[in-house]
Nanobody, 130 residues
Framework: QVQLMESGGDSVQTGGSLRLSCAAT????????MGWFRQAPGKERERVAS???????DYLGSVRGRFTVIQDNTKTKLDQQLNSIRVDDAGMYYC????????????????????????WGQGTQVTIFS
């Protein structure tokens, strides 16, 4: 069974930077999507960034150019670098792995909603202060 462990959540000032980390165990063949979702209070969980087995990435429009996902060579660790942090970046950030092969979820896993066929970590909290 895949297990995901996130770390790195913190309280950060607007304009600052933060790095989140995710470590996966029992991942098996690295043919799936890995990514980061977030959920702010009162809002639905949304996919922030994802990476496919072929290394293609996809980002939520509001974070493109500010956030970057970095996967290690074993494809069992996925960091997310958050730069130029804004108030609307606050929320619980979840690492996730799809249970469907990335090849059917579009370039960079752009069609991965997380509503089903997804394994989740426990989340790490990002709080923003001005």
């Amino acid at each position: 069974q895949v297990q995901l462990m996130e770390s790195g959540g913190d309280s950060v000032q607007t304009g600052g930077s933060l790095r989140l980390s995710c470590a996966a165990t029992n991942l098996g063949t690295p043919k799936y999507c890995m990514g980061w979702f977030r959920q702010a209070p009162g809002k639905e969980r949304e996919r922030v960034a994802s990476i496919a087995a072929d290394g293609g990435t996809d980002y939520l429009g509001s974070v493109r150019g500010r956030f970057t996902v970095i996967q290690d060579n074993t494809k069992t660790k996925l960091d997310q670098q958050l730069n130029s942090i804004r108030v609307d970046d606050a929320g619980m950030y979840y690492c996730a792995v799809s249970r469907l092969p990335s090849i059917i979820l579009g370039r960079g896993c752009r069609n991965w909603s997380g509503r089903e066929h997804t394994t989740w970590g426990q989340g790490t909290q990002v709080t923003i202060f001005s």
